[in-house]
């Protein structure tokens, strides 16, 4: 019998943006986040006998590895029968990161320099690690050849990443036969209405881990003074999600001012906690000289930031940012 994903498989999985509560959610803030219209794509075709084969084009990346040799990685790195076991954690483990000690074979197999950190060494070491964990406890991951491209900008706080790995584990899952093709579609879970964004990048590159450390510090700092701030972003998420709920059974034009002050304070409050930035500045004044509201979205310190579009505005309405890319998106 001829498994279904032998007359090969598309698979794809939204980005994201967060409305609200960005930062706030690493103190154990409510965040609230919406999938957005755009979205990474994954093609599986069977591929040459006894090779997995992974192209990444957005990032440069055309691998392809011989079945054995994989089989001998996973033996060496869980600690099994095939090479010599590595200190620390003997197995995989689904619920946690790899250890410095698999990520260094990993990187070793690769031929990836340590300490290397742009796309495509950590596109290829996640797939490689991804590879070796379901077929460890499903079997080995067939010849395949895969193929996965993406509407989202890397390093955005789009969600890039995590579509890519939702992607990865859809696609490697099935054909290791852990879950069946075509997926059963389940209930709806829509729960909130769609609402149309401008999705502005400015392009101004930021390091997350800088900018999460410099919250906390100002936390630290000023207790008193930065945890009602926390608090507030908080009860933005919370009465945010209420209006949203409310939309679909009633989506009357009138809940639109509430949510566009939400962009408004929220905003305030991410510039007190230090995570704003001059484009994403100029990019709020400039909406609102057309009358509209926007807000960063992720970490900020440049990065994207949305712009929330009322009913009936027109499409071909003027908004022009400079030195960033703006498009209408919905989410």
Not at 191 to 218: C, D
Not at 219 to 247: G, R, T
Request: glycine share 10%; with cysteine; net charge negative.
């Amino acid at each position: 019998m001829v498994a279904m994903w032998e007359r090969g498989l598309a698979v794809s999985a939204p980005g994201k943006v967060i409305v609200h509560g960005e930062h706030a959610v690493v103190h154990g803030k409510v965040a609230l986040a919406v999938a957005l219209d755009l979205r990474t794509f994954l093609r599986l075709r069977p591929g040459a006998e006894g090779r997995v084969r992974v192209c990444l084009p957005g990032v440069g990346v055309q691998r392809s590895w011989e079945t054995p040799e994989l089989r001998a990685l996973r033996g060496r790195i869980a600690g099994k029968a095939g090479g010599e076991a590595l200190p620390g954690r003997a197995d995989f483990e689904e619920s946690k990161s790899p250890s410095l000690e698999q990520l260094d074979a990993l990187r070793e197999f690769a031929g990836i320099a340590a300490g290397a950190s742009g796309p495509d060494s950590l596109a290829t070491l996640a797939f490689l690690y991804m590879c070796l964990a379901i077929s460890a406890k499903y079997g080995d991951v067939p010849s395949v050849d895969i193929v996965v491209w993406s509407e989202l900008p890397t390093g955005a706080g789009l969600g890039s990443s995590a579509a890519y790995a939702v992607c990865l584990a859809a696609a490697l899952l099935m054909v290791c036969g852990a879950i069946s093709c075509p997926l059963q579609e389940g209930e709806s879970t829509a729960r909130v209405p769609t609402l149309r964004i401008l999705l502005t990048n400015t392009k101004v590159p930021r390091s997350t881990k800088v900018l999460v450390a410099g919250v906390k510090e100002k936390i630290l700092k000023f207790p008193a003074i930065m945890n009602p701030v926390l608090d507030s972003i908080d009860a933005i998420s919370q009465e945010c999600q209420s209006v949203l709920e409310e939309m679909p059974a009633n989506p009357s034009p009138e809940y639109y001012p509430v949510l566009e002050e939400f962009f408004d304070i929220n905003q305030h409050h991410l510039n007190v906690l230090g995570v704003g930035h001059p484009s994403l500045d100029r990019l709020c004044q400039v909406t609102a000289s057309h009358g509209l509201h926007s807000k960063l979205t992720g970490a900020g310190g440049g990065g994207c930031a949305i712009t929330l579009l009322p009913p009936g505005l027109a499409q071909t309405a003027p908004v022009t940012c400079k030195e960033g890319d703006s498009r209408q998106e919905q989410a």
